[in-house]
């Protein structure tokens, strides 16, 4: 961060540049990302005391500490112009006129042991002073832009001195001019009021405990009649207001919430009183790049980009397991040895709590990230016990298991009486295959390879990290299979794939939590919209939820495979490839995920646009942030599409029935 003196701050505003900096002095931090009709101060979050003024105030850092307004400062720090006070309100308190702003009496004690001297007013005085030429300078460069802007004077207050008179969020309107700004006030309490923090129940109210009587608004009215200035009390229910200690998960939440409210208020407000009548939302937040979070995305990248699944579960004796367990019949136990992990779990941890998460400015983004991390501590775990009696438990916590509704929609896919269609034969092997996908890749602009190989469970699965579309060696499939996975793996594993390439962040390259869940949704879906899925698919997906539940029933392999071939009539080879497909590492749970997924990324499809989805490896929980961040312009709109997204084609009936019954 720059260290300005109060003219170079000046001449930066005058100009239009976007800078963020410290005043010489330390008194204060300004921070201007995007010119934009919405200020945000935090006047009392600073708790700095000048050395000097140390020996004569009479009370110590927690006494003074209990009546400043900790955190205000990052509550408001992902928007884009903040203003936020570094000094305490102790040595001049800026929401107080310039001849009231030293203290003699505060809450009841007596603050200095001597009055100050001349010398040390001067300076306090000064300080602020300069504190309000620079925002009103900052507020005339808005109005000569906008029009007018909006000013959310963000403070705390001790909640539990109050009672039951005390709310979460306070707004004080005695000096707004509520015939005027009346609309854009009671949206701001009805949003604060909707705010949800954990175990706290959230109220917001207007002019309950404290009235807006402070200086700052006073200041703004008498020399700016198109600013609105919003006071907004917060109750310290973020921390232990009587030790100071601070709830993390509350203040995290908090700045999220914040983020959205001041946003989405602040959009209103240029919509009905400036000269932007289509802002939104995306346009109030700031567009420039923030340092950090690219830092810590590509040293997450360095960490985690070998970190792929499949490539280390996949066993790698599969043809000499198949025939031994097939040549015996099944009376034979499989025994599946795995690729060696090239990874020191220990350091990897180490190195992925390390990343300064905490610095990225933007409250969603820094929860994301934190997602991922958490995501990728649990897929070490994982790839650790392969092959051992912890691999279950670590694929339960990273995947989940099938729900009582999982498995009744298997079942009632299965119990659909089969299509009157012509069999096609499993005639087309995968030299054929490995050239049409070749060919479908060139037609839609798909820069990747296409290879065969022996280590494969699947008919064909795409490398991420290699741009590749591989194929079994030894796989055959109906032309309506081989349909099915190019609009399957072409489109969308490697759109997606492709897609995450360009863009600026690279953690949508590695996956964002729940990605399987999303990518594998997104995949069947695409089979379904493209005109490519059928009945025998849906019960073969089906039959992977209730493989995965008989794996969690038994554990065992042949018991598996016969529940397979035997209850539910199976050929046994196919019935084999299943079953390893859920016993593989140990017993592996992520096949529930694809019926589970056709159903939620319907569901989003028809209600909401999903474009955003195919930046990368998202989820679905994370498409409102990706969204944004498009709109943003943080993130670059997907380049390549699936088909079905520029061109649905209709099913049958009856495959439009069954798949919106599953529940």
């Known amino acids: 961060m720059l260290t300005l003196s109060e003219q170079e701050i000046l001449r930066l505003i005058e100009s239009g540049e976007p800078f963020e900096a410290t005043l010489n002095d330390g008194s204060f931090r300004i921070k201007v990302e995007d010119y934009v009709p919405v200020i945000c101060t935090a006047v009392h979050d600073g708790s700095r005391l000048r050395s000097e003024l140390h020996g004569n105030c009479m009370l110590d850092e927690a006494e003074r500490y209990y009546e ?38 505060a809450w009841g004690k007596q603050v200095w042991r001597r009055k100050p001297g001349s010398t040390h007013l001067k300076r306090s005085h000064d300080k602020h002073r300069c504190f309000f030429r620079v925002l009103d300078a900052l507020i005339s460069k808005l109005q000569k832009q906008f029009r007018s802007c909006v000013l959310f004077d963000i403070h705390s207050y001790n909640h539990l001195r109050r009672g039951d008179n005390a709310v979460t969020f306070n707004l004080g309107t005695e000096q707004i001019d509520m015939e005027r700004w009346g609309p854009v006030v009671r949206q701001f309490r009805k949003a604060l009021a909707a705010v949800s923090l954990p175990n706290i129940e959230v109220t917001a109210a207007i002019d309950r405990v404290f009235l807006g009587k402070g200086y700052l608004i006073s200041h703004v009215n008498s020399r700016f009649e198109n600013t609105l200035v919003l006071p907004a009390e917060v109750a310290k229910v973020y921390m232990d207001e009587l030790s100071g200690e601070p709830y993390p998960l509350v203040i995290n939440q908090l700045k999220e919430e914040l983020k959205q409210v001041i946003s989405g208020t602040a959009a209103l407000f240029a919509r009905r009183h400036t000269r932007q009548h289509r802002m939104n939302r995306s346009d109030i937040l700031s567009s420039a790049e923030d340092p950090v979070l690219m830092r810590v995305d590509r040293e997450l990248f360095r960490i985690a980009r070998g970190v792929e699944t499949l490539q280390y579960i996949n066993p790698i004796n599969i043809r000499q397991e198949r025939k031994l367990f097939l040549a015996r019949n099944g009376n034979y136990q499989p025994d599946f040895r795995y690729r060696q992990l090239e990874i020191d779990p220990y350091l990897f941890r180490e190195q992925l709590y390390r990343l300064p998460v905490e610095d990225i400015r933007d409250p969603s983004v820094q929860q994301l990230y934190r997602s991922v991390i958490d995501g990728f501590a649990e897929k070490i775990d994982l790839l650790v016990s392969i092959g051992g009696g912890q691999f279950l438990y670590n694929s339960l916590r990273y995947y989940g298991e099938p729900s009582e509704q999982d498995i ?39 820069d990747c390879k296409v290879e065969t190989s022996n280590r494969l469970v699947a008919a064909a699965m795409v490398n991420n990290s290699r741009k590749t579309l591989l194929v079994r060696r030894d796989a055959t499939v109906t032309q309506t299979e081989l349909n099915a996975l190019a609009h399957h793996e072409l489109g969308v594993h490697m759109v997606t794939t492709l897609n995450a390439r360009e863009q600026p962040l690279k953690v949508f390259s590695l996956g964002l939590p729940s990605n399987t869940h999303t990518q594998e949704g997104l995949a069947i879906l695409s089979e379904y919209l493209s005109g490519n899925i059928s009945l025998k698919r849906l019960q073969t997906l089906s039959l992977r939820v209730l493989a995965v539940h008989e794996m969690l029933r038994h554990g065992d392999f042949r018991r598996t495979w016969l529940y ?22 140990g017993g592996f749970t992520k096949d ?72």
Not at 574 to 583: E, G, Q
Not at 595 to 604: F, M, S
């Open 564 to 585: 397979l071939h035997e209850e539910q009539g199976m050929a046994r080879e196919k019935a084999f490839s299943l079953a390893i497909r859920v016993h593989r590492g």
């Open 68 to 105: 400043e307004d900790p955190y205000t400062g990052e509550m408001i720090d992902a928007m884009p112009i903040t203003l936020v006070g570094c000094d305490s309100r102790y040595e001049y308190d800026l929401n107080r006129p310039l001849s009231l702003c030293v203290y003699k009496h």
């Open 592 to 663: 529930y995920l694809y019926l589970k997924g056709l159903r939620d990324a319907l569901h989003h499809y028809q209600q909401q646009d999903i474009t955003g989805l195919f930046i990368g490896k998202t989820g679905f929980e994370y498409l409102p942030i990706i969204d944004e961040l498009i709109e943003r312009g943080i993130l670059m709109r997907p380049r390549f599409l699936p088909g079905f997204m520029q061109q649905p084609r209709d099913s049958s009936a009856i495959l439009n029935y069954l798949i919106s019954a599953i529940r």
């Open 408 to 446: 009744a929609n298997a079942r009632f896919l299965l119990y659909a009486p089969p299509e009157e269609e012509t069999t096609e034969p499993a005639s087309i092997p995968a030299d054929e295959m490995v050239a049409y996908f070749r060919q479908t890749a060139e037609d839609w602009g798909l």
